[in-house]
């Protein structure tokens, strides 16, 4: 049930519950999984009542908890619901609301790099709409603080409110609270915190949480005296986000150090942290980039989901993966971890499952972080593993390589025959519709090569039971793949050799051409910067293997972008070898599809006049800083339609 204190808050805010009753409220708030059965109306009665008790320091459920509800409810439900997309609002006070000086919003998470970095390509793009170097935008990272959000004009402080209207609590000033370090008033917006270690020692007999406490500082009502004490002991302050310890440096410092730099801001400050923020500085680009309701686009939010849980083992079972390697993924007892219900989780190889006792009934302890499928961190409990003999797949024998079990079977494996022929397709990129739903289809009526689903027609696609609109989509699909530029690299690491990844492919393109691979010795492959001899050894094997289908579909015409750039390649073309820069907006085409277009003829091309640039290529509104850079660098700065002449030739 509802302590005296949730239920007084509750009056306050003008919450009435009417679509669920007390003891179901209650109820819901303990398994938050049973919210799926909840009406839509009594949903969002429970996240409003939640959020209310929340932002008033008498949270019922924990915030993993609320996020789970939260996301995997709400938004499955009614992804367009106006929670999902304005600020929670608080409604813990009050008083006369008053519009604040500058929005304060929520913030956009990201719980993975990648994340981070579609963040980052959405900033470069910004920063190329503006013309300016992406290589000189600054990111600043700052601890997350996780304490009570407060905006100070000077004069007055405010509550986060909704975001666009807050309550006057300038009484926290007058009683005593200081700004974090000495700092002084009017540094905008920050948050109410109180010291984490003072709070172990002085406060946790007398408040159930620090937001407990933080609520309390901020209330009409009469400080307790241990609250009136932190305050002088500044151990509770307010803290601007401008005077954070920070890190800042541009992408290529942040991105290629990204994880030591979220560790070492993360425990900079002695208060609670939930994430790191990482925001740019450059005031044009905030400006551009704008907000929505919720948040502003240049800032994000990094958050890590690194809870914990011991969970049972229900089965091991084996998949085949597209190299014959066998995956062992245990079947779990259903748990939630921070705010996911999960049920499976993958052991590295069969050789953990062996040694470390991973069988049905073993206890294991469970780490998520992010988003990602969760691993095996530690087994708790041993039990009897259960080793598969046969591939799941094809039943071919299994056989032990290193640590791996592995089907042989690779011609007629059914299930890494299908698992190429996705990966052909999703490593392409430049198509849709290929999924695993249409591959196992199409398996199914005896398509086992790209090279045969190259030669489909869409009254053969129907035939084998695609809807006409379908199959006539699934056709212009291969068409677009094959006329739609993409980079010799990518198309070679589709066919999925082993070691022959993106990165791989790319390299070993800078060096030779496409057509001279299948001809090289495993000691020109050496030669290559970053082959080592195993993998060269690995490499020219695998090339082997492929060359049949290779041929195949290079005679289909695919429109191949060369890496070559060396000028001995094509000593003819002018661009050749050049190193171009692209600025303003451009007619021919968009900026990205130029930039393939400069490389195809052998030219390499950079983001930032630098000493080296041998043209700067002006589009429309292109600004003054760029060219004024191009100038004292003795750059030849050339028109779009200069441009488009040279490459002609
Ligand atoms: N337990 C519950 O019942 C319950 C209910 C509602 C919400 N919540 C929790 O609240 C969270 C959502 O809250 P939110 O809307 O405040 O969003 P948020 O967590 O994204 O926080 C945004 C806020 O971060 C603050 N911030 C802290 N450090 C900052 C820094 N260095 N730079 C800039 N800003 C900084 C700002 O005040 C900003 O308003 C969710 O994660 C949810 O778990 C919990
Ligand atoms: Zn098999």
């Not at 979220?262 to 942290?273: A, G, Q, R």
């Not at 699934?474 to 068409?479: A, G, R, T, Y």
């Not at 429309?620 to 004292?632: Q, T, W």
Request: proline share 4%; net charge negative; with cysteine.
């Amino acid at each position: 049930m509802l302590t005296q204190e949730q239920k007084e808050l509750l009056a306050r805010s003008g919450l009435q519950l009417n679509h669920l009753d007390e003891k179901k409220l209650c109820h819901i708030a303990k398994h938050p999984e049973l919210s799926k059965d909840l009406t839509d109306s009594e949903l969002i009665e429970f996240l409003t009542v939640a959020n209310a008790l929340y932002r008033g320091g008498v949270a019922m459920i924990s915030d993993a908890d609320y996020d789970f509800v939260f996301q995997t409810e709400l938004r499955k439900r009614q992804p367009n619901h106006p929670l999902l997309h304005t600020v929670e609002p608080e409604s813990a006070f009050t008083g006369k609301t008053v519009e604040l000086p500058v929005h304060m919003l929520s913030t956009d998470k990201a719980y993975s790099f990648k994340e981070i970095e579609r963040w980052a390509g959405r900033i470069e793009k910004a920063a190329t709409a503006l013309n300016k170097p992406f290589a000189d935008i600054v990111f600043r990272v700052t601890p997350k603080l996780d304490g009570y959000a407060a905006y100070d004009d000077g004069q007055t402080l405010y509550t986060r409110g909704d975001g666009r209207r807050g309550t006057d609590i300038s009484r926290v000033f007058d009683r005593g609270l200081n700004v974090a370090n000495g700092g002084k008033r009017g540094m905008g917006a920050g948050e109410i915190v109180i010291s984490k270690s003072y709070f172990q020692r002085h406060l946790a007999e007398h408040f159930d949480n620090a937001r407990n406490f933080q609520a309390s500082v901020i209330k009409e009502k009469q400080l307790e005296a241990h609250a009136e004490q932190a305050i002088r002991d500044k151990a509770a302050v307010f803290y601007p986000f401008a005077q954070l310890p920070d890190w800042t440096g541009n992408w290529e410092q942040l991105s290629s150090q990204f994880k030591d730099i979220i560790e070492s801001i993360w425990h900079k400050v002695d208060y609670d942290v939930d994430g790191v923020i990482l925001e740019i500085t450059d005031a044009e680009i905030k400006e551009y980039m704008g907000a929505t309701r919720h948040h502003h686009r240049w800032q994000i939010a990094f958050k890590e989901n690194v809870e914990t849980a011991e969970v049972e083992v229900l089965n091991v079972t084996p998949q085949t993966s597209r190299s014959g390697r066998i995956t062992p993924v245990a079947e779990l007892e259903p748990t939630r971890l921070s705010g996911a219900l999960l049920s499976r989780a993958t052991a590295h190889h069969y050789k953990m499952v062996l040694h470390k006792g991973i069988g049905p009934g073993a206890i294991i302890r469970l780490a998520r972080s992010g988003e990602v499928i969760p691993k095996i961190e530690e087994v708790i409990l041993e039990a009897e593993p259960q080793i598969p003999t046969h591939c799941p797949s094809c039943g071919h024998e299994l056989v032990w390589d290193n640590d791996f079990l592995i089907c042989t079977n690779n011609l007629e494996c059914p299930a890494q025959i299908t698992h190429s022929l996705e990966h052909f397709f999703r490593v392409l990129k430049n198509n849709d519709g290929f999924g695993p739903a249409t591959i196992r289809k199409l398996y199914d009526h005896d398509i086992r090569s790209v090279d045969a689903i190259y030669q489909l027609t869409a009254e053969q696609f129907e035939a084998m039971g695609f809807g006409p609109k379908q199959s006539q989509n699934l056709v212009d699909q291969l068409e677009r793949s094959r006329s739609e530029a993409i980079e010799d690299w990518r198309f070679l690491a589709a066919f999925g050799v082993f070691r022959m990844g993106l990165g791989n492919c790319e390299k070993l393109l800078s060096h030779y051409r496409l057509t001279e691979i299948f001809e090289l010795t495993e000691q020109d492959i050496v030669g290559v910067e970053g082959f080592a001899e195993k993998t060269a050894a690995i490499v020219t094997q695998g090339l082997v293997k492929i060359r049949p289908l290779f041929n195949k579909l290079y005679q289909l015409g695919f429109n191949l972008i060369s890496s070559q750039t060396s000028e001995s390649d094509r000593p003819a073309h002018p661009l050749s070898g050049k190193l171009l820069v692209f600025t303003g907006s451009m007619q021919h085409g968009t900026r990205d599809d130029m930039k393939k277009e400069a490389k195809a003829f052998g030219a390499k091309v950079g983001s930032s006049v630098t000493g080296k640039t041998d043209y700067l290529v002006i589009g429309e509104k292109v600004g003054e800083s760029k060219l004024n850079a191009a100038r004292d660098k003795d750059v030849t700065i050339i028109s779009e339609q200069k441009y488009l002449e040279m490459i002609k030739q």
